[in-house]
């Protein structure tokens, strides 16, 4: 609700009569320019800057999926980690031909917008209207997106990176090092971590590399499993400290200051619907994310001996494909990085904004549909009998608490 009202107050303002106080708002620029540069606009500290509390806490979550969650057993999520990979190239391929057809090969720069999913839009719309499906969908859906948001961290790192600073790098990835050092001592303190970590973004952010990857990367090295006795792990210690600044302040400020697309200013809705980069984005995301999941997972489990979970059937991945299509915050991230000129922003940005909407409604009247519908005793066609004790909406996981268990008919 915060992501939405802030967007929704920035789309608002952007397009109203005081628009003009939005876009100097925006180009505030705060922070000293020596001994890092830092003299950034306000817009982009929030990108640069407060996204990167976001990126730790999904460093994070990667750490605990990969040591102790859906993805330590890599048989069981082989087929949600292929499909990702299917879900974010169908989407690149849909884009770079749209935009070249439609006459403006020089936007195919933007071919990894599409790509992203948002985990934690995603997830809400699953939880909301998923009740009475298996838990494996669940699961199916947060291995996808995890998976994802790493390689889309990998494409940002790869391909959005400037010109490359070696000696401020290996600072960076020094004080990564010490960083995890600090992590696994009996009693890290606050006041070491914290500057540690402000020090290791300011010297990714000069390297060149894009600033959030020192987030990823610190998340990651933080311990998964219980040390020195104590009953909880520290990734899970150091998300719940994190999370509410990620979710409360850092994610509905990004999502201010990226979108505010201006109509307006562009021309309006008809001039916006018009641009290539709009359209390849929109169908990339609510089109390619469907052709790309349905479609890989569909080869990988006729033709490889990886399965999908018990409970699990390809019906059920309609809904997971369209929910993959919502892209929000990495993709409005990718967005302001790909392109140089406001014009081609603006359009991708609307087009990010009109797709995740389509994808969230699609995904929910599809999710309602197939939770409404009975289910076989071998979902997964692995010629053995599903054993689903766990549903989307049991109180035991907290989806609601209606103490029903949503089973469906």
Do not use: C
Request: glycine share 10%; no cysteine.
């Amino acid at each position: 609700m915060l992501l939405l009202t802030a967007a929704v107050l920035a789309l608002a303002w952007a397009n109203s009569p005081w628009r003009d106080m939005y876009v100097a708002l925006s180009g505030t620029v705060v922070g000293p320019a020596a001994p890092f540069h830092l003299d950034l606009t306000l817009a982009a500290w929030a990108a640069d800057g407060l996204l990167a509390i976001f990126f730790f806490v999904v460093g994070l979550e990667l750490k605990h999926e990969f040591v102790a969650g859906s993805l330590r057993n890599p048989r069981q999520a082989g087929v949600p980690m292929i499909a990702a990979v299917g879900g974010m190239a169908a989407p690149a391929i849909i884009y770079v031909v749209l935009v070249s057809a439609l006459g403006d090969p020089t936007a195919t720069g933007g071919w990894a917008i599409p790509t992203a999913t948002d985990i934690a839009f995603a997830l809400a719309v699953l939880a909301v209207f998923g009740r009475g499906l298996p838990l494996a969908v669940r699961t199916f859906l947060l291995t996808l997106a995890v998976v994802d948001d790493l390689l889309a961290i990998t494409v940002i790192a790869v391909f959005y990176t400037d010109d490359l600073a070696l000696g401020w790098l290996g600072g960076a990835l020094a004080a990564v090092v010490v960083f995890a050092l600090l992590s696994r001592i009996k009693r890290p303190r606050w006041w070491m971590l914290v500057p540690l970590a402000v020090l290791t973004w300011a010297l990714m952010h000069e390297s060149g590399v894009h600033a959030t990857v020192a987030g990823v990367l610190l998340g990651m090295l933080v311990p998964a499993r219980a040390v020195h006795g104590e009953t909880t792990t520290r990734t899970h210690r150091f998300e719940h400290a994190v999370r509410p600044v990620s979710s409360g302040i850092a994610l509905p400020v990004f999502a201010f200051f990226a979108a505010g697309v201006s109509l307006v200013d562009a021309g309006g809705t008809g001039s916006l619907l018009q641009q290539p980069v709009l359209l390849g984005i929109a169908l990339g995301l609510v089109v390619g994310k469907v052709i790309g999941v349905l479609g890989v997972t569909a080869f990988v489990t006729r033709w490889t001996p990886l399965r999908l979970a018990p409970g699990i059937g390809v019906r059920d991945l309609v809904p997971v494909a369209f929910l993959a299509g919502i892209g929000f915050t990495v993709s409005l991230l990718i967005a302001d990085l790909s392109f140089p000129d406001p014009g081609r922003t603006d359009a991708a940005k609307a087009g990010i904004l009109l797709a995740s909407l389509v994808a969230a409604a699609l995904g929910a009247v599809t999710l309602r549909y197939d939770a409404h519908r009975v289910r076989s005793s071998d979902e997964n066609r692995d010629d053995l009998p599903d054993d689903v004790v766990e549903f989307i909406g049991d109180p035991q996981h907290g989806d609601d608490g209606d103490g029903r268990g949503g089973r469906g008919p």
